[in-house]
């Protein structure tokens, strides 16, 4: 793992920070946390300034960690009305929908108009303090909107993914008991449209979702709306109320937001961020990482309905008055293979933020996609939810950036708010495919499987020595569970449910789950998910699901399933359990393989062995492992012979 950036020449560009001040930044960090973060935290605009910086500790009386615990502020104040002075007249938002056609801007001026007539809008529906708001939007400036209402008004917001199921969503809405639902009829990606507000209702007729009052839909589309009697047209609605709302004061711990994410056992977690830590750390990060400038057009690719859109289409970027361009349609295609590059000249983009999958997916068209555009208004681009395999690396560097571009690696989580790792050092150091360094304040650790601190050159399992402001606080309804999936794998320190490789320079270099947790196109799903979507199948009795190198997606969805005595297998069956899972958690959660398995390969405890499954999904049957502890060693040849992944 020697490769770096002089492989494609010696780089002319500078990055965002010198190993130098790097170095000696990071030491303070570690060194004198308090004074560091009480400097950090008077970046943003208090009501109130914190005295107080961190309390509480990993593995003791970590129900009460908090940052800045005293200090009173508002997130939506410090996105928008904080910049109306100097930056009054500057673009908040640049929206290209999918339709190239279909643009939008709003100035900061323009922002405070519309988020406080939709925070007014939601008050007058009753939405207030700490009740709870869900989103089921496509990419259109309302979702970023509606998120800051939100905000001013001490409400939570829930955002789900446009691309999840009726079921999905009714199951989100059902454990936050939101009281207020925002959409629109359709979204449209990739030309095709998504039929939200059908998705809507559908999931409003399921069980538990009662407790949504009303639902405020933002039309979008041509065709009439099915209107039921709790549906308000936002769009008319909204043109009712005055600009000028009252934000809320809120205390640095009071929840922003729930977001939901996959682990490896059970339903989705709603993991609960807090308003002035979160805010803080994702202004930094964003700042820092990407060495923002403020002449800057900056174009995360994510959607606001993950982690990487809260944070870095929404939150960051506007809490430091840049530029955030949203896009509507598909980055990386399909239908168009080379949009972005015209995305990017048309709108002067200078930074670009997307995943691994988006370049491989452009990459897989050659470099003759980027004829139809120079992007030289390009000075970074950032990569962020699984790791980027170096031929990839160099695609985006080489074609995408004219290789005048640093590729930052951001390597973080929905738990950890903002990000933990990314190449902090000159850019001649870059190495394609790590992640590399840790955001100041992170102190990231390897332990072997008995817990042990890995010293020097070594590879084990990723945790987090220590708080730091951005981190989820619990999770919604169930703190117990957030002790244990975060804090008691290893005590006293934070499980990443993440392998690493520690090199002899003392980078880091991000292996991917060690848990059961997929990561199929960036997208985070929960094998245990798959797994009870299709056990509930009356054809099945037992399903095992695990991942397989894919080369676009990264990894892909193979399951193994155990039929009924009574049942056959058949290319219809297999069908309908494709369908069957999309239907349960989205049309991104697709089983690329299905194997039909007599029998799975379990230990005398009755474990299923995963590790034996994932060497077979992947092909690697000679290097099978130890299977002495199987109870039946016949199983396992059997699923061999029948592979479907030659
Ligand atoms: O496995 C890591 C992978 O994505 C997981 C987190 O997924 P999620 O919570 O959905 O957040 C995605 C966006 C932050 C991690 O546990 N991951 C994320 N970024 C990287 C990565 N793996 C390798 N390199 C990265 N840069």
Same mark, same amino acid.
């Given at each position: ?142 979702? /970023?909107? =509606?998120?800051?209402?939100? %905000?001013? !008004?001490?409400? *939570?917001?829930? &955002?789900?993914? +446009? ?39 559908? /999931?409003? =007729?399921?069980?538990?979702? %009662?407790? !949504?009052?009303? *639902?405020?839909? &933002?039309?979008? +589309? ?425």
């Amino acid at each position: 793992m020697t490769s770096t950036a002089s492989a494609t020449g010696s780089p002319h560009y500078p990055s965002p920070v010198s190993e130098q001040d790097y170095r000696e930044r990071y030491r303070r960090s570690i060194e004198s946390p308090e004074a560091f973060w009480r400097e950090e935290a008077q970046q943003l605009q208090w009501m109130q300034p914190p005295q107080q910086v961190l309390k509480g500790r990993f593995g003791e009386n970590h129900s009460h960690i908090s940052w800045f615990e005293d200090g009173v502020l508002n997130a939506c104040v410090n996105c928008v009305d904080r910049h109306l002075d100097t930056r009054g007249d500057k673009p908040a938002i640049v929206w290209e929908g999918d339709d190239p056609s279909h643009q939008r801007t709003l100035t900061y001026r323009q922002l405070h108009d519309r988020v406080g007539r939709f925070a007014n809008m939601l008050r007058s529906l009753g939405v207030g303090r700490g009740d709870t708001v869900t989103l089921y939007m496509p990419m259109i400036p309302e979702a /970023a909107i =509606a998120m800051l209402a939100c %905000a001013r !008004i001490g409400a *939570v917001h829930s &955002v789900v993914f +446009g691309g999840f199921s009726p079921e999905a969503l009714a199951s989100r809405i059902r454990d936050c008991d939101a009281r207020v639902l925002i959409t629109a009829d359709i979204s449209q990606r990739g030309g095709k449209q998504i039929p939200l507000k059908k998705y809507v209702d559908e /999931a409003l =007729a399921l069980e538990g979702t %009662a407790c !949504i009052e009303h *639902v405020l839909l &933002v039309p979008c +589309g041509d065709a009439p709306i099915d209107w039921k009697a709790r549906d308000i047209n936002a769009s008319e609605l909204i043109e009712t109320h005055s600009p000028e709302c009252e934000p809320e004061a809120m205390g640095a711990e009071d929840p922003l937001f729930i977001l939901y994410t996959s682990g490896s056992t059970g339903a989705p977690k709603g993991l609960v961020h807090t308003t002035g830590g979160y805010l803080l750390y994702t202004a930094m990060t964003h700042r820092e990482i990407f060495g923002l400038r403020e002449d800057d057009v900056y174009w995360c690719a994510a959607d606001v309905g993950w982690i990487t859109g809260h944070s870095y289409v929404v939150y960051g970027p506007l809490a430091n008055g840049a530029t955030t361009f949203m896009f509507g349609g598909i980055p990386g295609g399909p239908p168009d293979y080379g949009r972005v590059g015209r995305v990017i000249d048309d709108h002067g983009i200078t930074i670009f933020y997307t995943s691994p999958t988006a370049i491989r997916a452009m990459m897989g068209h050659g470099e003759h996609i980027m004829d139809s555009s120079r992007r030289d208004s390009l000075r970074l681009i950032g990569t962020v939810g699984e790791p980027i395999n170096p031929q990839a690396w160099h695609w985006a560097h080489d074609v995408i950036g004219n290789g005048q571009c640093p590729i930052m690696d951001t390597w973080w989580q929905t738990e950890t708010g903002g990000h933990m790792m990314a190449p902090l050092t000159d850019a001649e150091n870059f190495k394609p495919g790590a992640a590399m360094r840790p955001f100041y304040g992170v102190r990231p650790a390897l332990l072997d499987d008995q817990g042990n601190i890995l010293e020097g050159e070594a590879s084990g399992s990723l945790v987090i020595e220590g708080s730091w402001p951005g981190q989820a606080r619990t999770i919604r309804g169930n703190h117990e569970r957030f002790e244990q999936t975060y804090f008691s794998v290893f005590e006293g320190h934070y499980f990443t449910g993440d392998g690493a490789h520690r090199d002899a320079d003392g980078d880091f270099w991000i292996t991917g789950r060690i848990d059961d947790v997929l990561n199929v196109s960036g997208h985070r799903i929960g094998t245990a998910e798959i797994e009870s979507s299709l056990v509930a199948h009356p054809a099945i009795s037992e399903a095992a699901v695990v991942g397989f190198p894919h080369d676009v997606k990264g990894q892909g969805i193979y399951a193994y399933v155990t039929l009924m005595q009574e049942a056959t297998a058949s290319e219809a069956l297999r069908q309908e359990l494709v369908e069957t899972v999309r239907r349960d958690i989205g049309a991104f959660a697709r089983l690329d393989i299905v194997q039909w398995a007599p029998g799975l390969p379990r230990t005398r405890s009755g474990k299923i062995m995963r590790r034996i499954l994932r060497k077979i999904a992947a092909n690697e049957v000679d290097a099978l492992g130890d299977t002495s502890t199987l109870t039946d060693p016949g199983v396992v040849d059997a699923l061999i012979e029948n592979r479907i992944n030659r």
